[in-house]
């Protein structure tokens, strides 16, 4: 089999564990997950298959017809589901709330509750178009209100401070500064990178050598769904980008790793969670009271170009939004601070 790309890695990863989750629902579960490939991602559907878990788990153990009728979640059959009303999603909904899972307290926010009865949403509208329910109560069930929540990004003197930190080490421990010796070109590069285009962290580490095009400042990404577009960087970023790229022609990966663009210590592919890490540990240094991860990261660079060029729609383009409207919900404190600018533009006398 030809050697597979990282992002084709990961679908197969996905896919397995998929296949894994869905042995232990209902049959009629991975019929659902057929239905919704051509218009969901892997991660979505393993997701699904969480929920669609715990929302089984919680009929068996609480609905006091299907606890006497079954022993194993994968016997309930669509059948009972048509028996369900709007008070039993309701009370589903409470139960989300605060629950007690395998000796765990679990407590779940809005916005937790908000994707699982929507994931159940989909669940029954598919089966109930597919003419298998007779009903879609929860059709009717309402989701919970969701709080507008401040977007946490960096300011511009700390996006300054966060690159030299990652260039100089100057407050880290003796212990961090012996390996920032080793990593800071790759460190200093990958956060220039990710600051100035935006890139989402799984399209970040998923760059190959190959990807970047020094000539037209442009790096090739693979975007959610698939899509394959190419990002242009800015002439600062490349500066740091060449110095890097001098550095990886000399460190040798391991079999499997050859084209990754970012190595790790182990020289393997960077992986997700350690770029995680690496942000975390520079953005604590200069912004302790800020809980900054790469999404912020994307956050501060949408900020910025927002701010430069007032432009909506090129920042939805740039982020690799599908719905500008998702870009306007997290830009929203901008154009009214922007609005409020405007008041004294035009003069009347």
Known sequence: MANLSYHENVDKKNIN??????????????????GI????????????????KVFFKYLLNNN????????????????????????????????????????????????????????????????YKLERLENNYISRVGLPKLHQKEIVRL?????????DEAENGDMLTDKQKAYHEKTKNRDLALLSLMLGTGIRVSECVGLNLTDVDFKNNGIRIH????????????????????????????????????????????????????????????????????RITPHKLRSTYGTNLYRETGDIYLVADVLGHSDVNTTKKHYAAIEDDRRKRARNMVKLR
């Open 17 to 34: 564990k998929l296949r894994e989750l869905g042995s232990e629902l209902p049959s009629y579960c991975r019929e659902f997950f057929r």
């Open 37 to 52: 490939e051509p218009r969901t991602g892997s991660r979505t559907r393993i997701a699904y298959a969480y929920d669609l």
């Open 64 to 127: 006091p017809y299907l606890k006497k009728k079954y022993s194993d979640i994968s016997e309930i059959s669509l059948a009972d589901l048509d028996r369900l009303k709007v008070p039993d999603f309701e009370e589903f909904m409470e139960y989300l709330k605060y629950r007690e899972d395998e000796d765990k307290e679990l407590l779940n926010k809005d916005l937790s509750i908000k994707r699982k009865i929507s994931c159940l949403k989909s669940f029954f509208k598919y089966f």
């Open 155 to 163: 300011d511009i003197d700390e996006v300054a401070l966060l690159l």
């Open 223 to 290: 975007r959610k769904g698939g899509n394959e577009v190419t990002v242009y960087f800015s002439d600062e970023v490349c500066d740091t980008l060449n110095i890097y790229m001098e550095e990886r022609k000399t460190l040798i990966p391991i079999e499997g790793h050859e084209d990754a663009l970012f190595l790790s210590m182990q020289m393997r592919r960077i992986s997700v969670k350690s770029v995680e890490n690496l942000v975390k540990k520079y953005a604590y240094l200069i912004s302790p009271l800020k």
